[in-house]
């Protein structure tokens, strides 16, 4: 089993930045992959960014390429996405999430990951 626990979340106005943190407990974080996604009111669960075990490699949506970065601290049991050059269309409740098994290659889509973190209201005004 795996807790996780997004913080960092709030309001900002178009063209601003914010940096979501993800805490992980409960299992050994540095060996799994770990994925950002988001869901707007009546829409689907979007993936946003995905990054592997050690780090080495990101994927992104093409929505948020160039905007978003994902990063992790093995050392803190801590996954981020700093988001910049933000729009009103960036609206949403964004959750990070873990896989079942360990290693394996970055995960794109919702049905890889088994452990999902409450998620965190991100806001952006016009």
């Known amino acids: 089993q795996v807790q996780l626990v997004e913080s960092g979340g709030g309001l900002v106005q178009a063209g601003g930045s914010l940096r979501l943190s993800c805490t992980a407990s409960?299992?050994?974080?540095?060996?799994?992959?770990m994925g950002w996604f988001r869901q707007a009111p009546g829409k689907e669960r979007e993936f946003l960014a995905g990054?592997?075990?050690?780090?080495?490699?990101?994927e992104y949506a093409d929505s948020v390429k160039g905007r978003f970065t994902i990063s992790r601290d093995n050392t803190k049991n801590m996954v981020y996405l700093q988001m910049n050059s933000l729009n009103p269309e960036d609206t949403a409740v964004y959750y990070c999430?873990?896989?079942?098994?360990?290693?394996?290659?970055?995960?794109?889509?919702?049905?890889?990951?088994?452990?999902w973190g409450p998620g965190i209201q991100v806001t952006v005004s016009s």
């Open positions: 999430a873990a896989p079942k098994r360990p290693y394996g290659s970055t995960k794109t889509t919702s049905s890889g990951y088994e452990y």
């Open positions: 409960g299992r050994t974080f540095s060996s799994y992959t």
């Open positions: 990054i592997s075990w050690i780090g080495g490699s990101q």
